[in-house]
């Protein structure tokens, strides 16, 4: 068991490392990241329809985004990850905890309609991605004690 923190993040380097996120190959345009600690490694995973679908993908390159962008080398193990959502030539990127990668999966499965989702899962991607900015800039703005306190409380995974 470990805790979950509660930190969202704003990884706003993620737009100027497109080179690097181009070398991830990642082949859709949402996906999130976490360090496992079973593997040592970084892993790749991609909500759609189905759940979440590992990623197969060579991920050396991420130790070429992590330069890029060093505070993604700021992840904590299993628990948070960076979730990435590129599109018609931007990227935005944020670090949460790891249980709001799967409710976005949970969201994706749930409102998922046809073969390209429907305007439903893309409205719901949409106020997610809102949602989550929201609570970065919220993290940003709080007083510094209030800061720390919210960032230092977090729930048994």
């Known amino acids: 068991m470990r805790a979950v923190p509660q930190r ?8 100027d490392a497109r080179e690097q996120m ?14 496992s600690s079973a593997t040592g ?6 909500p759609g329809p189905a759940g979440a679908t590992e990623s197969e993908l060579r991920l050396e390159s991420w130790d070429e985004l992590t330069r890029a962008v060093p505070l993604l080398t700021t992840l904590a193990d299993d628990v948070e990850a960076v979730l990435i959502r590129r599109r018609e030539g931007s990227a935005e990127g944020f670090i949460v905890p790891i249980d709001a990668s799967y409710e976005l999966v949970g969201r994706i499965r749930r409102s998922w309609r ?24 919220a993290m940003v703005t709080a007083p510094l004690d209030v800061s720390r306190r919210v960032v230092s409380e977090s729930r048994t995974a």
Do not use: C, H, N, Q
Not at 41 to 46: G, K, L, N, P, Q
Not at 118 to 134: H, K, L, M, S, Y
């Open 22 to 35: 181009d070398a991830l190959e990642i082949p859709i345009g949402l996906a999130f990241f976490f360090r």
């Open 114 to 137: 046809g073969f390209s989702g429907g305007d439903d899962v893309w409205r719901e991607i949409d106020e997610f991605f809102a949602r989550i900015a929201e609570r970065a800039r």
């Open 41 to 46: 490694r970084i892993t790749a995973f991609y």
């Open 8 to 15: 969202y993040l704003l990884v706003s380097e993620i737009t």
